[in-house]
């Protein structure tokens, strides 16, 4: 059976997850980033922390800021797929 490892952080993610990520590199198959994720830089330290393949879950992306992190993150490479569903980029 497939262990299952789920952690809940409560803290600065421009800190946590980064620490997080060089502690464990992209262990995470699901993500959810909920906050204030207007800058891609909290969807590049979330993609840092997720397997390939891996989802990363947005939310509010009815408002501008998280839309154009979004889109920025897919043309950097980093996300990659369309709509809704969104897969981290492989490495």
Known sequence: MPVIMMIMMMMSKSTTVPRFSKRHGRACDLFSVDGDHST???I???VGATRPGGILVLDDMQNRGPCAAFEESVR????VG???SVEAAPS
């Open 76 to 79: 950097r490479g980093w996300l």
């Open 44 to 46: 590049s330290n979330t």
């Open 82 to 84: 369309h709509g809704p």
């Open 40 to 42: 891609f830089r909290d």
